[in-house]
């Protein structure tokens, strides 16, 4: 596009459309001056490699939407090096683009003029800055807001000179905002209630370490619905000191169909209990690492239309709470839970989900200990069942994972991590499960590589991993790092809403890049990782001759 990136972008991959969006991370140049902009295009040789004739050149014919449409298809690498082909070419890459990702410092604001008017389509916008530098201030969002009336979707990282007022003049200009998304922000509740009273079409609303919430006000300010109280559809809430003071906007969203609330200090039974009374048409729910109980959690089972209910490190929740919503929310497709291993939720509860809940297709249990009684029970009445994850069971043997080899038919996924399991079941599966697809065994000591190989060898169609875990030490529980990798392998929730591809992503997924990658290497065990050596070594010897 001209300009030069912050972080090296990453290589084009062409063998999939949805990953070739047009989004791009930017460091802003500085302002075009009239001059520059009314000068002649640069001499011909510098455009093109070669002079193409009138008779050759049916680019020139081509109508702009076609082009756009033909740019919208490349990677983000090389649309910039289209835009750099001729002015008409810049034009329409930069009118064809939709998203931005920025380095929100405070220099922006002298490149915002410029930037929004090559860019003068973008609706989705992610403004992020370092920690360790200033970043954009109020008068930088005000004017960004003045460029972009049709913002559909803002994103702020770490924009720690905004303040309400600020965000309150921007929200009066972006009325057709959709989706909010701030984090380690310093505007306080007045500007999350300026954006709700003023953008009508708000559906989404993500909150992370807020810090105005707190400074310098013995109560927080309650949050308020305001007009948006009927578009509202997914609110998530993170490491907050003062979440609950989000209490009046949950229960106000009558249409609310997702709710998380991660690390959020504080007590959170009685609000679960008003927001579950009031609220009723919820979805999904995720509750991680909360100080709630069986109360808060029987309450949820007042939402019937209940399909997802992920309940991670919640440690005061037993059977009771989990029977309680099994049987009132008979639609649950997805059950996530890790137990922290404290031995209070089990065969009770699950027992209870195998009766009430026909329609399961995914259970990932983490740090509990079922039996073959509950899993017997899991495999005969959940018909659907597709994908099971089973990590950190101390009772989860071969004798069980027998019983969901011969139980459980319609099962693709299979994850079985820091379990007693030997190659003994791995015959087992060998035999089973006949629409199984996928096999990840992970930090399971008594199966070896011997016994993945013969699981390959019977099921040619399987896909086995295998990782001894004996380079890797790290916890077994599901959290924010590795939760995934503790589960399955499955795309992510819908309301894991990201921005963008391309150059953004590639500068803004390097560390999971990393962690996939030592992945990978750990399941290269075995006779794979001596093949691959004699590649490398075969190939190393073929160049050195050849040179």
Same mark, same amino acid.
């Given at each position: 596009m001209g300009q030069a990136p912050s972080t090296p972008a990453a290589a084009p991959d062409h063998s999939s459309k949805s990953k070739l969006?047009?989004?791009?991370?930017?460091?802003?140049?500085p302002p075009m001056h009239d001059d520059q902009a009314n000068?002649?295009?640069?001499?011909?040789?510098?455009?093109?490699?070669?002079?193409?004739?009138?008779?050759?050149?049916?680019?020139?014919?081509?109508?702009?939407e076609c082009l756009a449409c033909v740019f919208q298809s490349l990677s983000s690498g090389?649309?910039?090096?289209?835009?750099l082909v001729c002015r008409r070419w810049l034009r329409v890459e930069g009118q064809s683009r939709h998203r931005l990702s920025l380095h929100a410092r405070s220099d922006l604001l002298s490149a915002v003029p410029y930037l929004f008017a090559r860019f003068d389509a973008v609706t989705k916008l992610a403004l992020k800055c370092d920690r360790k530098c200033t970043s954009i201030g109020d008068d930088g969002l005000v004017l960004i807001s003045r460029h972009c009336r049709n913002l559909t979707r803002l994103k702020l990282r770490a924009c720690r000179e905004l303040t309400d007022a600020g965000l309150a003049v921007f929200a009066r200009n972006c009325k057709g905002l959709k989706k909010l998304s701030c984090g380690s922000c310093t505007f306080g509740a007045k500007g999350m209630n300026a954006v709700l009273d003023t953008c009508s079409s708000l559906e989404e609303l993500s909150v992370k370490?807020?810090?105005?919430?707190?400074?310098?006000?013995?109560?927080?300010?309650?949050?308020?619905?305001?007009v948006a109280a009927t578009s509202l559809k997914t609110i998530c809430l993170k490491e907050l000191y003062n979440g609950q003071c989000f209490g009046p906007l949950i229960i106000g969203s009558k249409n609310l169909r997702t709710l998380k609330i991660f690390r959020c200090s504080g007590d959170w039974d009685t609000l679960l209990k008003l927001i579950a009374s009031r609220v009723t048409g919820m979805v999904e729910i995720h509750l991680e690492r909360l100080q709630v109980s069986d109360t808060g959690v029987t309450a949820i089972s007042n939402c019937m239309y209940l399909e997802i209910l992920n309940l991670v490190k919640t440690p005061e929740c037993t059977n009771l709470g989990l029977k309680a919503v099994a049987e009132n929310c008979k639609l649950l497709r997805k059950i996530h839970i890790d137990g922290?291993?404290?031995?209070?939720?089990?065969?009770? @509860?699950?027992?209870?989900?195998?009766?009430?809940?026909?329609? /399961?297709?995914?259970?990932?249990?983490? %740090?509990? *200990?079922?039996?073959?009684?509950?899993?017997?029970?899991?495999?005969?009445?959940c018909q659907n069942l597709e994908r099971l994850a089973l990590c950190g069971s101390e009772t989860v043997g071969d004798v069980e994972i027998s019983c969901i080899a011969a139980k459980c038919i319609t099962l693709k996924k299979l994850c079985i991590k820091s379990c007693p399991v030997s190659n003994h079941g791995m015959e087992a599966l060998a035999r089973g499960c006949p629409n199984l697809v996928k096999v990840k065994v992970k930090k399971c000591r008594g199966v070896t590589c011997e @016994?993945?190989?013969?699981?390959?060898?019977?099921?040619?169609? /399987?896909?086995?991993?295998?990782?001894? %875990?004996? *380079?890797?030490h790290q916890d077994a529980s599901a959290s924010d790092s590795n939760a995934h990798e503790n589960g399955l392998e499955m795309p992510p929730p819908p309301v894991a809403a990201q921005d963008g591809g391309g150059g953004a992503n590639a500068a803004l997924s390097g560390a999971g890049r990393s962690m996939s990658f030592?992945?990978?290497?750990?399941?290269?065990?075995?006779?794979?990782?001596?093949?691959?050596?004699?590649?490398?070594?075969?190939s190393f010897t073929s160049s050195s001759r050849h040179n």
């Open positions: 969006k047009p989004t791009v991370l930017i460091s802003p140049p000068s002649p295009p640069p001499p011909h040789d510098l455009i093109t490699d070669r002079v193409v004739s009138s008779d050759d050149d049916h680019i020139s014919t081509l109508p702009d090389d649309r910039k090096r289209c835009s370490r807020l810090h105005g919430l707190t400074d310098g006000e013995p109560a927080a300010e309650p949050v308020r619905p305001g922290w291993k404290t031995n209070r939720i089990g065969d009770d @509860g699950l027992i209870a989900v195998a009766k009430h809940c026909p329609n /399961l297709q995914e259970l990932v249990l983490i %740090g509990i *200990n079922p039996t073959r009684l509950s899993l017997e029970l899991i495999a005969a009445n @016994g993945a190989d013969w699981l390959r060898t019977s099921r040619g169609s /399987l896909a086995v991993n295998l990782d001894t %875990g004996e *380079n890797d030592k992945a990978r290497l750990g399941l290269t065990a075995g006779r794979n990782l001596v093949v691959c050596t004699f590649r490398r070594w075969s």
